[in-house]
């Protein structure tokens, strides 16, 4: 955590022929061949492989991210899902045959699914490594290509990146610029295929306008205050282990982790008593070594007025070291509407503990803190509780009895709604939404079947009367469904 960035900033003035080169590399049409794309998918699963510790290195270089976590949400996670992709990638950019009424059924309508062109990435620093490459491949098995602008606040692992992700995928494909919000603004002046954006959502309302003026497709992937029910139908000791670790994963530099929990008021003390055994559990006397580090100061200090401002009560934690960049895992009760870690999303190892009484007030209290979080659990015994939360709430996605467990799954497409975000990807998904998705007929040119649209061509005598009747009666749908 001490050792200084060789990360470089790209001159503003590079970036124009930055875009004009890759943009270049698009049209010689060589992202083309599906079996080009499966291989540099397999290049970039080799530079996870291969380089392991040098990004095991970077991480913790960064934000002292632990070795087990930066295994779990970085380089496994990407290969897996890499693995995943190429597995199924015939499959997902094979044409679709498309359902017709039957006059069109011999007009081989088929959905072809076509690169975009030049997308753009922009990422942040909390996973800097699979929120720039995730997105990377899913638009290399679209057939993009694409430029990347990860985050200048994780300058390690943006470095190494930069400097080993051309020696492995083809370099006048995919290529980077580093910096900050000049290069982005720089970047977001030329059109693109597709833009993703992942980051909070005032920059995502940058992205959005910037990207309207050209008209270019964004997806954004925000963040939000995503609760964690617990039920006093739970599995207690089950809800408050993978509350932990879904909370203080990261230090809670996650964007779908736990923000808050909201727990039904007769099993608090229980609920409590739970939790102060997983710690114990989990970090004993001394959480320092087994939790990574908040960013930069300027997020510590955000952290620690949010937690000095609190009108809560410490049930742990607390202690915090701003040299160290240091937060103690914390737990706070007796939090009401309105506390300052109910404002804004927390993004830091803080846990405010909150209660409900019946199911229809855990939804009411939700709605108030943030009506579409990116994620929302809930910890319960009985379907008939979780199909409630999940019919009667809006969130991006939803674990049930576990903190994350949909992101394990790399068949299930991410994404938030409303203020956590617009559009997914990963997966199939990650296919769909950068692929352009063209519809095509091959109409019958036989004198047989163009006697069929005779219908359709003007007569000399100019009366249509007998063609208008034509079609209402044999080609106009009538209401029987
Ligand atoms: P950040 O500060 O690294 O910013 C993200 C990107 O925006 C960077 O590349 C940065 O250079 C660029 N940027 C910053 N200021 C800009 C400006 N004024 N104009 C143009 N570009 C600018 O990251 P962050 O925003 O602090 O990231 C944390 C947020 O991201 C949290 O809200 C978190 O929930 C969210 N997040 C969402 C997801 C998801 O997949 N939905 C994943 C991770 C993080």
């Known amino acids: 955590m001490t050792a200084a960035s060789t990360l470089a900033s790209t001159p503003t003035e590079n970036i124009a022929k930055i875009v004009g080169d890759v943009g270049a590399a698009f049209r010689t049409g060589k992202t083309l061949p599906i079996e080009w794309r499966k ?32 295994q779990l949400f970085e380089m496994g996670m990407l290969k897996n899902d890499i ?119 005032q920059i995502g309302s940058i992205v959005m306008a910037a990207a309207a003026k050209h008209l270019t497709p964004v997806t954004l992937e925000l963040g939000g205050k995503s609760p964690a029910i617990v039920s006093d139908k739970a599995n207690l000791a089950l809800a408050a282990k993978r509350i932990t670790w879904g909370k203080f994963f990261n230090a809670g530099q996650v964007c779908m ?15 409590l008593e739970e939790l102060k055994k997983t710690f114990a559990d989990t970090y004993g006397d001394d959480a320092s070594g087994k939790i ?90 009985d379907t008939a509780e979780s199909d409630f939360i999940r019919k009667n709430t809006r969130s991006g996605g939803m674990a049930i009895n576990d903190a994350m467990g949909h992101v394990a799954v790399p068949s299930l497409a ?16 990650g296919v769909d939404t950068f692929s352009h998705r063209k519809s095509v007929a091959t109409v019958p040119t036989t004198e047989e079947f163009e006697g069929l649209l005779e219908w359709r061509y003007a007569v000399p005598s100019g009366d249509r009367e007998e063609k208008y009747r034509f079609m209402k009666d044999n080609l106009e749908g009538k209401l029987t469904v």
């Not at 720089?186 to 693109?192: D, F, G, M, Q, V």
């Not at 000095?308 to 202690?319: E, P, W």
Request: hydrophobic fraction near 40%.
């Open 83 to 201: 693995i995943h992709m190429l597995t199924e990638l015939d499959n997902w950019l094979a044409p679709e045959a498309v359902s017709v009424p039957e006059p069109y059924q011999h007009w081989s309508p088929t959905v072809h699914k076509q690169p975009k062109g030049t997308c753009l990435i922009i990422s942040p620093w909390n996973f800097p490594i699979t929120l720039t490459v995730l997105p990377l491949i899913a638009n290399i098995a679209s057939g993009n290509t694409v430029i990347m602008k990860p985050s200048e606040l994780a300058p390690h692992t943006a470095a190494k990146l930069t400097e080993l992700l051309p020696k492995y995928v083809d370099p006048e494909c995919f290529q980077f610029v580093n910096g900050d919000k000049d290069q982005v603004t720089e970047l977001l002046k030329h059109p693109y295929g597709h833009i993703i954006y992942t980051g909070n959502g």
């Open 257 to 271: 982790c736990p923000d808050y929990a909201l727990v039904q008021e007769d099993m608090l003390p229980k609920f």
């Open 292 to 381: 990574s580090r908040i960013i930069n100061n300027r997020h510590w200090n955000r952290l620690d007025t949010l937690l000095a401002n609190s009108k809560g009560k410490i049930f742990f934690g607390g202690n915090r070291s701003e040299s160290e960049l240091y937060i103690e895992p914390t737990v706070i009760t007796d939090i009401c509407l309105g506390d300052s870690l109910l404002s804004d999303e927390i993004f830091g190892p803080i846990l405010p503990i909150l209660t409900y009484k019946t199911l229809p007030e855990a939804v009411q209290i939700i709605a108030k803190i943030s009506e579409e979080p990116l994620g929302l659990y809930i910890f319960t015994e």
């Open 39 to 70: 291989e540099q998918l397999r290049q970039v699963f080799r530079m996870l492989d291969v380089h392991e510790k040098d990004f095991q290195e970077s991480l913790f270089l960064d934000m002292g991210k632990i070795k087990l976590e930066a």
């Open 414 to 429: 991410f994404g938030g709604i409303g203020g956590s975000g617009m559009g997914t990807y990963r997966g199939r998904a």
